[in-house]
């Protein structure tokens, strides 16, 4: 598991991505950069870099968030029992460097019936070389 102090976490994140990852804190709806983005390519953690969602996994659940039907594989994140606010949800954070990431719940579309609703703090974009390309000519 990839491991930096909170003091490296706060030199190279900013506030809210901070608050989000490390302290488990969430976004308001409708404000990340991620929750109305629809280019082609990866979300991956932005604490230590694991890929995490493929762009075509992506859905609007319409609750303001990022969400996903999957991750990119079952090893980048660790799902958590979350009895927090009075409510009994799933967390998931980076297996890799333990970034709290948001919940998961069996509201999703088909084919896996799952909607990962994922804070936009916690994630970088890269494009696909796909989109990368088009963007070129």
Request: aromatic share 10%.
């Amino acid at each position: 598991m990839t491991k930096k102090t909170d003091q490296e976490y706060k030199d190279v994140l900013s506030d809210i991505q901070y608050r989000v990852t490390r302290e488990a804190a969430t976004e308001r709806p409708f404000s990340g950069e991620y929750w109305d983005h629809w280019g082609d390519g990866r979300y991956s953690c932005v604490c230590c870099g694991t890929p995490l969602f493929q762009s075509n996994t992506k859905f609007d659940a319409g609750c303001g968030w990022p969400s996903y039907n999957a991750p990119e594989n079952d090893q980048a994140i660790t799902e958590i029992r979350d009895v927090s606010h009075g409510m009994i949800r799933t967390e998931v954070r980076c297996t890799e460097c333990d970034a709290h990431l948001g919940h998961v719940f069996e509201d999703g579309p088909q084919p896996t019936g799952l909607r990962y609703c994922i804070n936009s703090a916690s994630l970088n974009f890269e494009p696909s070389e796909n989109a990368k390309s088009t963007k070129l000519k």
